[in-house]
């Protein structure tokens, strides 16, 4: 079957690093990206890799490696604003339909 | 700005009703999808729709229905069919590449 797995929860303190860590099983792949969510408000699109290598946006940051079926989202600087819970998702095109795949999502938690 | 609404906000279902979701997007997107979330769990997929006209049924498609007659808009329609319909339901677009998704802002749907 096709799935992600990715930690349930995290705990930092602000200034610190973290990193998020996702593993897939999929039958094809187009990529993987990486959504945040606050507590009661929608998903927003942080970041997207298809090739091997780490794609850089400011103080986010996410890894790619595609032989190891494994990816991981990298915030550095944390702020208690990052509090979050933050998805892993990847392209789910089995047969003729394109859809997204979704881990079930890690919550983070900054302390001061 | 281009951006996805959802409304109402919150919307209370009494027993036996059908309630109607809507979800209009302007960044002319072809895909768009709906999605539950139950709390502190992931994003499950209800129905997703690739282009006007046509839909496919997501994971969780049982006590739902939708239509897409205008590229615009993608309601989903809860029905008295779905005995557990208390979730947090979340519309998304995208281009033909499916990643990223764009979402609205959600519906908190409760049961009266």
């Known amino acids: 079957g096709q799935s992600l797995e990715q930690p349930s929860e995290v705990t930092a303190v602000e200034g610190a690093i973290v990193q998020i860590n996702c593993t897939y099983q999929?039958?094809?792949?187009?990529?993987l990206s990486w959504y945040q969510q606050h507590d009661g408000g929608a998903p927003t699109f942080l970041s997207y890799n298809a090739l091997d290598g780490l794609e850089e946006t400011g103080r986010f940051s996410s890894f790619l490696s595609r032989s190891d079926s494994y990816g991981y989202l990298l915030l550095q600087e944390l702020q208690m604003k990052d509090s979050a819970s933050y998805f892993c998702?990847?392209?789910?095109?089995?047969?003729?339909?394109?859809?997204?795949?979704w881990g079930l999502g890690t919550s983070l938690a900054v302390n001061p | 700005d281009g951006g996805i609404t959802q409304s109402p906000k919150y919307l209370f279902r009494k027993e036996g009703q059908n309630v109607t979701l809507s979800c209009e997007q302007n960044?002319?997107?072809?895909?768009m999808y709906w999605y539950r979330q139950d709390p502190g769990q992931g994003l499950r997929l209800i129905y997703y729709s690739q282009i006007v006209n046509d839909f496919q049924k997501g994971d969780i498609a049982e006590g739902y229905s939708v239509s897409r007659e205008k590229k615009e808009s993608f309601p989903l329609t809860v029905t008295s069919a779905q005995k557990n319909p208390t979730a947090f339901y979340l519309c998304a677009s995208s281009a033909q590449e499916v990643q990223p998704q764009h979402f609205g802002d959600g519906t908190r749907l409760s049961i009266l």
């Open positions: 998702a990847v392209r789910d095109d089995a047969g003729n339909n394109r859809k997204l795949i």
């Open positions: 960044l002319n997107h072809d895909a």
């Open positions: 999929t039958s094809g792949f187009y990529g």
